[in-house]
């Protein structure tokens, strides 16, 4: 686990371009692959339904342990509010509350890369304690 904490910002960016790509890549299988039989949502493997939440849990935790190490006091506001908004595009898929664009998805995918690398080269503590007490 500690090579998580050290590492939280490669993984998070690692993490997040994979959820990017599964975000991609699942309208692409979707049409190859289920539209062949009934164009039906339905017929995706259960183990495909529940990447989305999956992903969510791995950005949640190398946000949690980004952030605790973090010397950026703007950074914390902007990973959080980016998941948030992440958890909601992924929450209100599953349960159709308001219609969106299918693509909408992308954006926090992509911020959330963003934020993970540039956390990375910039606001890292150098010492055991952070030096941001925000």
């Not at 949502?41 to 952030?67: C, E, G, M």
Request: glycine share 2%; charged share 15%.
């Amino acid at each position: 686990m500690d090579i998580f904490k050290d590492r939280s910002d490669q993984f998070g960016a690692v993490a997040s371009f994979v959820c990017l790509v599964h975000c991609i890549a699942t309208p692409l299988l979707f049409v190859a692959g289920s539209c062949a039989s009934s164009c039906s949502a339905h017929n995706l493997p259960i183990w495909w339904k529940i990447i989305d939440p999956i992903f969510l849990f791995i950005a949640f935790v190398a946000i949690f342990q980004s952030t605790k190490n973090t010397s950026s006091t703007w950074m914390k506001p902007a990973m959080w509010t980016t998941w948030s908004f992440l958890a909601f595009i992924i929450i209100n898929e599953k349960l159709g509350m308001i219609e969106l664009f299918e693509e909408i998805i992308y954006i926090p995918a992509i911020i959330l890369i963003v934020l993970h690398i540039y956390n990375r080269k910039y606001c890292r503590c150098k010492a055991t304690k952070c030096c941001s007490t925000s």
